[in-house]
Each structure stands twice: as structure tokens, then as C-alpha cells.
């Protein structure tokens, strides 16, 4: 990975779901984000990397990472061969200019891929020079019991990877405490996934502070070791009514990030970044 001045906090395109990747271009450029993340198979053009480097110079907004088609709803995007599904992330992520691609564990009916997959992440990044950061995921939960979907583990701090992702919402899923897997995650700690839980069964993807994670206190913790790598905004505004009840959620977002994550003997960043009110009304914000 090539060395950073300071973090970037970036907005994830799976934030704007069902709206599409140039929505979620445009609303990181209109609301005052670093960057984004692009959710390979959110929508057909997330595919196109010609067409994300056209958003990439028309709103002058760089892409920060790519997000693996590895979801379970995106088994065929760009093919079923998982391997070949991490290549083309790592060559769309060296073309477009980001140096992270988030990788979700296999599933344990991968039997192939979950074998070989801690030594084959570890031979990609080596071939691509790009970061391959594994994220954290969590057991299925069901009354009674707990279904072990993946391989050859959800929690990355049990493999030995250079490079992982701390999402909020996954470990509050898994009932862990955010503060304390960043400490296990340590040095190979990469990217975040900023967002939030309440400790229930369903990964909730809330904005930032309205759940039981320690979010603020972990971007505290980070900016006291100086973290150099993305902090991304991953919520779920699906039950947004309205575009402007979406553009709220992101700016209370990124105002939560901003807010907590400052170095010692920094100020707060003054970038400008906007408000839309439920009623449509565009403010100002100030830090």
C-alpha cells in the first residue's frame, strides 16, 4: 500500500442502494467525502470500469477501494469463479486508482477456494501490489444455534492475512466490541467499514452512533495511533422516504466521522459539507 499523509473517509455506493454508483458519486462529491468505494454489482455500471473512471473525472472524486462481488447475491457477478472474481477486483482497483479491495471470507460450501484461501489472498496481493484487506463477518444466527457459513472462518483475527477490514455492523452481528477487534486486528488493520449495530441477528448497517458499538471511541483510538487507511461510510438507507432523508443519514455520517476521528493537536477539518432537510432545504454545515 502506498504511504498516506492521513485517513481518508470515503462513502461506500451500497450507502445509496437502490440508487445507483453515479448517485453515490454524487452525493459523496455534493456532501464533502474524501472519496468512495465502489460495491462491484450494486448496479450494472459498477462493472463498468470505463464508466466509473467517467464519474471518476467528471465529479474529480477519487475511488478509494472496490468492494469484491463476494456477497452472496453477487455469485455471478463477473463470473463463479471466486478466484477470478478477486483478479478483476485487483485490476479494476489498479486501473481506477484505489489500492484496497475489501474481500469477503468464502463460504463454507466453497470447499476449494475456503482451502487454499488465507495462502492464495497472500499470493494475490504479492502478484497485483494491491491490498487485499479480508473483512470481518460474523456466524449466522438462528434460534438455538449458530450456522458457520464461512471458511475457514468469519472472524480474520483467527488467519494469519497482512491486510483486514473492521466492519461496525458485522461485529456487533457477531457480538463482538469494535475497540476490542480493532486491538486484535493491530498493524494489519487497513480499511473500516464505519456504521453500527445493536447487537441483533440482522447485520442493521446504522448510521454511526445510533447503535450499541463504541464507534466514537474506536476513531478515537485510531486517530491516536495516526490510522492511515480508509474509514468508509457503509449504512443502510434503504428506508430512506425521501433522497433528502438519505442525503441526512450520510451527512450525520460523516459529521459523526469528522468529529471523532481527529488526530492529537489537530483541529477539526473545515471542509465545507451540506445538509438537505426532510423538507428538501439545502444548509450549510460548519464544524
Known sequence: MNPRTTAKIGLSTASVYPESTASGFELASRLGYDGVEVMIGIDPLSTQIDAIQRLIDYHQLPVLAIHAPTLLIMQRVWGTDPWSKLERSAEAAKELGADVVVVHPPFRWQRDYARGFVEGIARLEAETGVTLAVENMYPWRAPGRDLQAYAPSWDPTEQEYAHTTLDLSHASTAEQDCVELAATMGKSLTHVHLTDGTGSAKDEHLVPGRGTQ???????????????????????????????????????????????????????????????TPEGEISELTP
Open 214 to 276: 463504541r464507534a466514537a471511541d474506536l476513531l478515537g483510538v485510531l486517530a491516536q495511533q495516526d490510522f492511515r487507511g480508509h474509514i468508509i461510510i457503509e449504512i443502510n438507507t434503504r428506508r430512506a422516504t425521501s433522497r433528502s432523508e438519505r442525503e441526512v443519514d450520510l451527512v450525520e455520517s460523516l459529521e459523526f466521522t469528522r468529529k471523532h476521528f481527529v488526530r492529537p493537536g489537530a483541529s477539526r477539518s473545515r471542509r465545507t459539507s451540506f445538509a438537505v
